[in-house]
């Protein structure tokens, strides 16, 4: 998870292309100690350390990174907040339809469409 402090006027600029990069699969705006929030899934410390010094702090307008490691994980409710690779969420989508009755199947499949 990424708190990004940045100049306001770029607020939405920064948003988009963090949007952009593969690694990142939720962006959020925020009112608060940060401006943005980025969150993602990364294999190890120095997959982090690239994408924060390299594709996130030379971005236009990024004042600062705080980065928080998850650590433990006490509760997730996947259908809350689901992180996960896109391919991922194509094939959690495809097993969760399977599992329902043919009449709600075109309706979930309408409602929980994956993001291009």
Do not use: W
Not at 50 to 77: C, M
Request: one cysteine or more; charged letters at 25%; a positive charge.
């Amino acid at each position: 998870m990424m708190g990004i402090d940045a100049d306001p006027s770029r607020v939405s600029a920064i948003a988009e292309e963090l949007r952009q990069i593969p690694e990142i699969n939720c962006v959020v705006l925020l009112l608060g100690r940060f401006n943005l929030l980025a969150m993602g899934l990364c294999t190890n410390i120095e997959q982090i350390d690239h994408l924060v010094k390299a594709r996130i702090r030379t971005l236009p307008g990024v004042q600062r990174v705080e980065t928080a490691i998850f650590v433990h994980n006490l509760k997730y409710e996947a259908g809350v907040a689901k992180i996960m690779r896109r391919a991922e969420h194509a094939e959690d989508l495809a097993c969760e339809a399977s599992r329902l009755p043919n009449s709600r199947r075109k309706r979930s499949a309408r409602k929980h469409a994956a993001p291009v």
